[in-house]
């Protein structure tokens, strides 16, 4: 996996990184076969301190393997949970919604609850002993297995019951508590042209976009960037402080943009149109499938806080890599502050004995 940076400017070491090193000694530079642009290389011919620096900066956080399922197999029967899911949304994505409410403004259809089914009915058929969580469900299955299916059957609920683009169907499954395989159906267009784009990946096997290989963004400076964030349905602290983020990140880059679906702003910044996201208050459903797409195109995940990331946290930061601890610059001491002020940060749910290193 590989780190693109751009040649316009200056390559700068980042800021955690000692000056007793130089940046060429640490970081050997390759160009892409694809694009006149130089790579960070990870071989293992690296000087053990790079692989140290960067482990203990920023952790991977895909699964080692996919454990005993091949992960051709694996990765079919997630894409195909996804586009039955899928199926049953682009059937009812013209027609008059039933909205009903979870809260004063989160809406559920009767389409999230169909889709979700259709998902349970492949898992069931291929996986039976495997544990699920589904946004509409909740828990289903075998808490001690060592595989835990993390299912959002219509993410941008809101985007879908006004027909607005930008909404999803994302599927993503945990190998002892890391995200060995995900699919994400985005759905494109808008009213009366709907069309859809299959987002997949697999730990170590890379990331795609209608089956061809996809990448992070070279661009290596925020005032360059074209960022996305998020807001949950709660305004409370953490809702104030990324208004606060927002309006500060809007002066210093290209733009904010907020789309309102959490795998969908993972997968842009995997297919390298957008430089980074990161949202407070997220569940795993939303999380488990872009954060392993951002990964697998080689981009950068973490807490917002810039600690090591897993699919039960709170709050998530995906980038190209080459502009997330710029970021972390702004977004960390944010969040420190809502820690201080009491806000949980703690994870926010792992099924009782499931197996996860966490």
Not at 270 to 275: K, N, P, R, S, Y
Not at 335 to 341: A, F, I, P, R, V
Request: glycine share 10%; net charge negative; proline share 5%.
């Amino acid at each position: 996996m590989s780190t693109v940076f751009s040649t316009a400017g200056t390559l700068s070491p980042p800021r955690w990184l000692s000056s007793t090193h130089k940046f060429s000694d640490i970081y050997p530079l390759k160009f892409h076969p694809n694009r006149l642009l130089p790579i960070l290389s990870k071989s293992r011919t690296q000087p053990l301190i790079a692989n140290s620096l960067l482990s203990d900066k920023f952790p991977t956080v895909g699964a080692r393997s996919t454990g005993p399922i091949p992960p051709s197999h694996l990765i079919e029967v997630v894409k195909t949970a996804a586009h039955t899911g899928a199926q049953v949304v682009m059937e009812a994505v013209n027609k008059p919604r039933n909205i009903t409410y979870k809260g004063s403004s989160d809406l559920v259809t009767e389409t999230d609850k169909m889709s979700e089914a259709a998902i349970l009915e492949v898992v069931k058929k291929n996986f039976e002993g495997h544990l699920i969580l589904g946004e509409e469900g909740g828990i289903i299955g075998d808490t001690t297995s060592d595989y835990l299916w993390c299912i959002d059957p219509l993410d941008g609920t809101t985007n879908f019951a006004h027909g607005y683009p930008s909404f999803a169907v994302s599927v993503g499954v945990l190998y002892q508590g890391n995200p060995a395989a995900a699919a994400v159906v985005e759905f494109v267009g808008g009213p009366m042209c709907w069309n859809t784009r299959l987002f997949s990946a697999t730990a170590g096997g890379g990331a795609f976009c209608n089956g061809q290989r996809i990448q992070v963004s070279a661009t290596n400076k925020v005032e360059q960037s074209l960022l996305v964030t998020g807001f949950g349905y709660d305004h409370d602290d953490a809702w104030a402080t990324n208004i606060d983020l927002f309006k500060e990140f809007t002066d210093v880059s290209r733009g904010v943009r907020r789309l309102g679906a959490a795998a969908v702003d993972m997968c842009h910044v995997a297919l390298g149109i957008v430089e980074a996201y990161w949202e407070y208050r997220l569940k795993p459903w939303d999380m488990a499938a872009g954060v392993l797409m951002v990964e697998e195109a080689g981009g950068t995940v973490s807490r917002m806080d810039g600690g090591k990331f897993c699919v039960f946290d709170r709050s998530v930061l995906v980038s190209n890599g080459v502009v997330h601890t710029e970021l972390l610059d702004r977004i960390g001491p944010a969040t420190e502050k809502l820690k201080n002020k009491g806000i949980d940060f703690s994870l926010w749910y792992k099924p009782e004995n499931y197996r996860a290193d966490v």
